[in-house]
């Protein structure tokens, strides 16, 4: 169970798909079942068009971000580098809801953390994130 108190980590993701690929969450979840995984390993899956899917419940741990899914919430862009305006609309709602519910929560991408050499979800969430605000 992934407890609301430990929730440190808001991290953004990609699905380094090709960019013109509308897959959704149903897809993620088979694909992360292929890997062996109990399925979708996000708790959200943003879409070409903006729309936004449910992975994991908010209560589950993820499997998302090595070693820190117990202290994280994933959520997931479709596609690899350009995402749309849609997207990007939706990813902002996303994490202004969750950070709601985890004001403490640090909004990060995947390649933020050390242990990885992904560039995840290609872009600076932090500078995004930013500039979003002002």
Known sequence: MLE????????????????????????IHAMHQGFGWHGVGYHRVIRRDGTIEHGRPDCWIGAHVYGFNEQSLGVCLIGRAKFTDAQMASLEAVLLQWKAEYPDATICGHCDFDYTDKT??????ATWWAARLS
């Open 4 to 27: 609301a108190e430990n929730i440190r980590y808001l991290v953004v993701h990609c699905a380094d798909t090709p960019d013109d690929d509308d897959i959704g969450c149903r897809e």
């Open 120 to 125: 995840c979800p290609n872009f600076d969430v």
